[in-house]
């Protein structure tokens, strides 16, 4: 159910949980001043417990004193892209946060999100922890009504209209004197590397190595739908595409659009969206094209379909 920000900001105060817009996706939100909503988003997400969570506020000045240290690069990365979808992973100062935020780890993941409405409840309400606002392995929600499927129609959203990026904050945490990137995101590594001078590298899990992100060893982004990116596969044997609007398919196929091959901002922000319309029209199996470049946002595109394809 959707809430004016006044009263979204009375029920986080309460200790209640509500979903709000990013210009990402939308999260689901509890104030750090309430443990038990903490505990609850990870019941009603149905969210491992060791699955950490992301620390929102208004501005760097406002969740500074969760770092224990300030690593080389942090701000000029929060100069050039905060507000915005950057998360940064730094060491937290110990015993400042409810334990369950960062799920045991010695750190902590702080983001400044870029929506005029969120912004205003952060100020408002100090920061909050903003896992994205949909059941765990499905596809993110990118709309209010997102949120209203898969939390049912009392829940209290505030309506931000569509999420402008329609992906997640690229997660870099900080690990042996440099940035690397543990969660592909809206933002690439070419444009980081612009500021940082060097590109960070994705973190690769080697034998015996442990996760750096708990969320990645986590089934994601799933609609119920199989995905088929296999190239060789001919879409007529699948019956439905997902593809590009300026590409021509077999005729005979069903066809599912996310949006033109040229433009990866406008196919980011269609993804979930598309994705989760295949649950309502009860698709079964979809032929994807994975004709796109394998670098910038299109490298977090094809992860996302990878993911969503397992
Ligand atoms: O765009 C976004 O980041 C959205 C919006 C709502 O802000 N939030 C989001 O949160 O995607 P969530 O919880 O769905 O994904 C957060 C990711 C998970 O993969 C989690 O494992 C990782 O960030 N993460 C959180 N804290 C971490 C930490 N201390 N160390 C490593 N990874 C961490
Ligand atoms: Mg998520």
Same mark, same amino acid.
């Given at each position: 159910?959707?809430?004016?920000?006044?009263?979204?900001?009375?029920?986080?105060?309460?200790?209640?949980?509500?979903?709000?817009?990013?210009?990402t996706?939308?999260?689901?939100?509890a104030?750090?001043?309430?443990?038990?909503?903490?505990?609850?988003?990870?019941?009603?997400k149905?969210?491992?417990?060791?699955?950490?969570?992301?620390?929102?506020?208004?501005s760097?000045?406002?969740?500074?004193?969760?770092?224990?240290?300030?690593?080389?690069?942090?701000?000029?990365?929060?100069e050039?892209?905060?507000?915005?979808?950057?998360?940064?992973?730094?060491?937290?100062?110990?015993k400042?946060?409810?334990t369950?935020?960062?799920?045991?780890?010695?750190?902590?993941?702080?983001?400044?999100?870029?929506h005029?409405?969120?912004?205003k409840?952060?100020?408002?309400v100090g920061?909050?922890?903003?896992? /994205?606002? @949909? =059941?765990?392995?499905?596809?993110?929600?990118?709309?209010? &009504?997102? %949120?209203?499927?898969?939390?049912?129609?009392?829940?209290?959203?505030?309506?931000?209209?569509?999420?402008?990026?329609?992906?997640?904050?690229?997660?870099?945490?900080?690990?042996?004197?440099?940035?690397?990137?543990?969660?592909?995101?809206a933002i690439?590594?070419?444009?980081?590397?612009?500021?940082?001078?060097?590109?960070?590298?994705?973190?690769s899990r080697k034998?015996g190595?442990?996760?750096?992100?708990?969320?990645?060893?986590?089934?994601?982004?799933?609609?119920?739908?199989?995905?088929?990116?296999?190239?060789?596969?001919?879409?007529?044997?699948?019956?439905v595409?997902?593809?590009?609007?300026d590409?021509?398919?077999p005729?005979?196929?069903?066809?599912?659009e996310l949006g033109?091959?040229?433009?990866?901002?406008?196919? /980011?922000? @269609? =993804?979930?969206?598309?994705?989760?319309?295949?649950?309502? &029209?009860? %698709?079964d199996?979809?032929?994807?094209?994975?004709?796109?470049?394998?670098?910038?946002?299109?490298?977090?595109?094809?992860?996302?379909l990878?993911?969503?394809?397992?």
């Open positions: 159910m959707k809430y004016h920000l006044e009263t979204i900001c009375t029920k986080l105060k309460r200790g209640e949980v509500v979903a709000l817009p990013t210009e996706v939308y999260g689901l939100a104030s750090l001043k309430h443990p038990e909503a903490i505990n609850e988003i990870f019941s009603l149905g969210r491992p417990k060791d699955n950490p969570l992301i620390v929102h506020g208004a760097f000045l406002q969740v500074e004193h969760y770092c224990e240290e300030i690593p080389l690069g942090l701000h000029i990365l929060t050039t892209f905060w507000p915005g979808p950057l998360t940064l992973v730094v060491k937290a100062k110990p400042l946060l409810p369950q935020v960062s799920a045991g780890l010695e750190t902590i993941a702080l983001r400044v999100p870029k005029s409405l969120t912004l409840v952060l100020e408002e920061p909050l922890v903003m896992p /994205s606002a @949909n =059941l765990s392995g499905k596809p993110s929600a990118t709309r209010a &009504e997102h %949120v209203e499927i898969d939390f049912g129609k009392n829940f209290p959203v505030l309506d931000g209209g569509a999420c402008c990026l329609g992906m997640e904050s690229t997660v870099l945490i900080y690990r042996n004197g440099r940035w690397e990137i543990a969660r592909l995101g690439s590594s070419e444009e980081l590397g612009q500021i940082l001078g060097y590109e960070p590298s994705l973190f034998n190595q442990p996760l750096i992100s708990p969320g990645q060893k986590y089934r994601h982004y799933a609609p119920l739908a199989n995905l088929i990116l296999d190239q060789t596969v001919s879409p007529e044997s699948v019956g595409v997902l593809g590009f609007s590409r021509e398919y005729k005979n196929c069903r066809f599912f033109t091959s040229f433009d990866a901002g406008e196919v /980011s922000k @269609n =993804l979930y969206h598309v994705l989760r319309r295949l649950d309502q &029209e009860l %698709v199996k979809i032929w994807v094209d994975m004709d796109f470049p394998q670098a910038g946002l299109w490298l977090t595109i094809a992860e996302r990878f993911k969503a394809s397992c």
